[in-house]
């Protein structure tokens, strides 16, 4: 099985820099995937890790380490759209599944 | 890029009958399609994993005789939601693997059962 825990909500400044974070437990892994879902809509892919370190992709960057069994996703410069929830996913070994954490909703205020 | 297009988007049906929900890959082969539900402020909860040409594979929990898939082909994935009560009401979507580590979404189906 798995677990994964984000925080439930997060609530932000306009053009500051939020760290959202996620831990998981699973007895397989293969990949740490981040999304952004608006209320809604479908999931829009962010980052993924698979090996540690960091990823960084414009505005957005993820970090992983897989012995803690430890991801945050970092937002910066926020701007009002980035208002989402965030979803970790992790994907298991060999069956591909992608199991999403609770999701965290940030609201970035003004 | 890979597209998955999701029918239908919304859908209002009876306590009692049946819906069924139609994901298409556009421009590729999707051969393992992924069904979630959605529930309103929780994540994506894995219903099912759907193989071309085989049995689908239910998550614990999920009744298979009352959420069926079907995966015919590999350009079609159906889920169809048997005899819906209004706890069945979510949001239904699908998820197919992409060459590389992607995945592609589905657009998403709002079922309401009144």
């Known amino acids: 099985g798995q677990n994964i825990d984000q925080p439930t909500e997060m609530t932000a400044t306009e053009g500051a820099i939020v760290q959202i974070n996620c831990t998981y437990q699973?007895?397989?892994?293969?990949?740490l995937f981040w999304y952004q879902q608006h209320a809604g809509e479908a999931p829009t892919f962010l980052s993924y890790?698979?090996?540690?370190g960091l990823e960084e992709k414009g505005r957005f960057s993820s970090f992983l380490s897989r012995s803690k069994g430890y991801s945050y996703l970092l937002l910066k410069e926020l701007q009002m759209k980035d208002s989402a929830s965030y979803l970790c996913?992790?994907?298991?070994?060999?069956?591909?599944?992608?199991?999403f954490g609770s999701g965290t909703r940030l609201l970035v205020r003004p | 890029g890979a597209v998955v297009s999701q029918h239908p988007s919304r859908v209002i049906c009876k306590s009692g009958t049946s819906v069924k929900i139609e994901c298409r890959s556009l421009d590729f082969q999707a051969t393992t399609m992924f069904w979630y539900r959605q529930f309103p402020k929780q994540s994506l909860m894995l219903m099912a994993t759907?193989?071309?040409?085989?049995?689908?594979?239910?998550e614990q929990g999920v009744e298979k005789d009352k959420f069926l898939i079907n995966h015919a082909s590999l350009t079609l994935s159906t889920l169809t939601v048997t005899s819906a009560h209004p706890e069945d009401s979510s949001f239904y979507i699908c998820?197919?693997?992409?060459?590389?580590?992607?995945?592609?979404f589905g657009s998403g189906t709002r079922l309401t059962v009144v």
């Open positions: 996913a992790l994907r298991r070994d060999s069956s591909y599944k992608l199991i």
């Open positions: 998820s197919a693997r992409v060459d590389g580590h992607g995945y592609t």
């Open positions: 759907s193989n071309e040409g085989s049995k689908a594979t239910y």
């Open positions: 890790n698979v090996l540690d």
């Open positions: 699973t007895s397989g892994f293969n990949g």
